[in-house]
């Protein structure tokens, strides 16, 4: 296994190729889990997309997953840059898409793009809880 670790100590960088990346380091907090390194909270500048597109028989419940300023309160907070950046994609998924609910009878929660919403409109089945 190979890995590239960014960060090894506060301030260090170090692009090295790790092949033993659970040996010879030191832990200087643990996380939840005591079998599992931790190597902090989590980078405040990460989006994910989740691309559910595994059942072509259903149409998949897609998103964009940002943790935002959720660390700003213990000094991590994400950088104004990232902030704008996810600010500017809700304004354009929202100009983009309409809102629909989960079902027919649920509260319109969901920004559903034109294409999926077409297919919607011609009675391909929702995904309720996509995995």
């Known amino acids: 296994m190979l890995v590239k670790l960014a960060l090894l100590n506060e301030g260090e960088e170090n692009n090295q190729i790790v092949t033993h990346p659970f040996e010879g380091w030191e832990e200087k ?4 889990n005591k079998c599992d390194p931790y ?14 597109t ?18 700003r309160i213990i000094g991590s907070p994400a950088h104004e840059s990232t902030e704008i950046w996810w600010k500017r994609l809700r304004k354009k998924i929202n100009k983009m898409s309409k809102k629909i609910g989960r079902d027919d009878n649920s509260k319109p929660e969901i920004f559903c793009l034109e294409n999926a919403l077409m297919k919607i409109e011609n009675a391909l089945e929702r995904d309720i809880n996509p995995s």
């Open 29 to 32: 907090q643990t996380g939840g």
């Open 39 to 52: 190597f902090g909270p989590g980078h405040v500048g990460i989006i994910w997309l989740n691309n559910r």
């Open 54 to 71: 595994d059942n072509p028989n259903k149409i998949g419940l897609s998103s964009f997953e940002w943790i935002g300023n959720y660390f």
